[in-house]
T-cell receptor
Framework: EAGVTQFPSHSVIEKGQTVTLRCDPI?????LYWYRRVMGKEIKFLLH????????ESGMPNNRFLAERTGGTYSTLKVQPAELEDSGVYFC?????????????FGPGTRLTVL | GDSVTQMEGPVTLSEEAFLTINCTYT??????LFWYVQYPGEGLQLLLK?????DKGSNKGFEATYRKETTSFHLEKGSVQVSDSAVYFC???????FGSGTKLNVKP
């Protein structure tokens, strides 16, 4: 069974540009989460989808970040326009059930560098 | 809100040494506690979990006991190996909080 995949693995862009990150969860997992780790600091929650609906987006830092999950399958996270402080590693995870009860399966992450 | 306090790293040990990584938490609601591990170049993966007070999770020689009275979930391993070098994250119950992790370096 394929795990959670993320694309691209690395992205280097200039300040002001747009970047779109993609996450493909494990097939059948209704729950999809985005996290990011900035400068080796703590991993911070960004948002949580249940199928195509945003269950919790309290961690989204500002309106430059837009997450979508059309059709309840893969998800995209767009940063527009990117700023220097957006650099970090963006992780996606999926799970069968939500609420923190059960294991989340993580993708390898996308390393974003904004110059 | 929910939070976790995890031992700061890096922790450097020699092979076959005893490992303890401390984790204490404040959280409400959900009973499950988790330790995740991130090996170099990979995403996080579940190492072990405990689902209720006094429950002990174990995997790959690692153990952690969920102690509700001290709100702790310390990770232990009796004899570490070089292959255990990774970043370890304590995840308390609640809203998907993973903290900053503890980097473990094991030297041969």
């Amino acid at each position: 069974e394929a795990g959670v995949t993320q694309f691209p693995s690395h992205s280097v862009i200039e300040k002001g540009q747009t970047v779109t990150l993609r996450c493909d969860p494990i097939s059948g997992h209704d729950n999809l989460y985005w996290y990011r780790r900035v400068m080796g600091k703590e991993i911070k929650f960004l948002l949580h989808f249940v199928k195509e609906s945003k269950q919790d987006e309290s961690g989204m830092p500002n309106n430059r970040f837009l997450a979508e999950r059309t059709g309840g399958t893969y998800s995209t996270l767009k940063v527009q326009p990117a700023e220097l402080e957006d650099s970090g590693v963006y992780f996606c995870a999926s799970s069968e059930t939500g609420g923190g009860y059960n294991e989340q399966f993580f993708g390898p992450g996308t390393r974003l560098t904004v110059l | 809100g929910d939070s976790v306090t995890q031992m700061e790293g890096p922790v450097t040990l020699s092979e076959e040494a005893f490992l303890t990584i401390n984790c204490t938490y404040t959280a409400t609601g959900y009973p499950s506690l988790f330790w995740y591990v991130q090996y170099p170049g990979e995403g996080l993966q579940l190492l072990l979990k405990a689902t209720k007070a006094d429950d002990k999770g174990s995997n790959k020689g690692f153990e952690a006991t969920y102690r509700k009275e001290t709100t702790s979930f310390h990770l232990e391993k009796g004899s570490v190996q070089v292959s255990d070098s990774a970043v370890y994250f304590c995840a308390p119950p609640g809203k998907f909080y993973f903290g900053s992790g503890t980097k473990l370096n094991v030297k041969p």
